[in-house]
C-alpha cells in the first residue's frame, strides 16, 4: 500500500520556520500513479490557501514499508 507523507511548515513565526515532519495522511492507494494524482489534486484545492496563511506543505508517495516514522 502506498500513502502519502507530509512536511508542513510555519513560516512567519520566527526567523526559521517552524516545520512538522512524518505526517501521514489516513489515505491508503494500491499504487503510486494513483497516489501522486491525490497529491496533485489535494494541491490544487489548498494551495492558494496555504500561501494567504503563510504555511507551505510537502507531500510525498510511499510505500508504507519504506518509511519510518
Known amino acids: 500500500m502506498w500513502s502519502i507523507y507530509t512536511v508542513v511548515c510555519v513560516l512567519n513565526l520566527t526567523i526559521n520556520p517552524f516545520c512538522s515532519v512524518n505526517g501521514q495522511l489516513p489515505i491508503n492507494f494500491t ?39
Not at 491525490?38 to 494541491?43: P, Y
Open 31 to 69: 499504487n503510486f500513479e494513483s497516489c501522486d494524482k491525490a497529491v496533485d489534486r489535494i494541491v490544487l484545492e489548498i494551495d492558494e490557501q496555504l500561501k494567504e496563511r503563510q504555511l507551505t506543505v510537502a507531500m510525498k508517495c510511499f510505500i508504507n514499508e519504506q518509511v519510518n516514522t
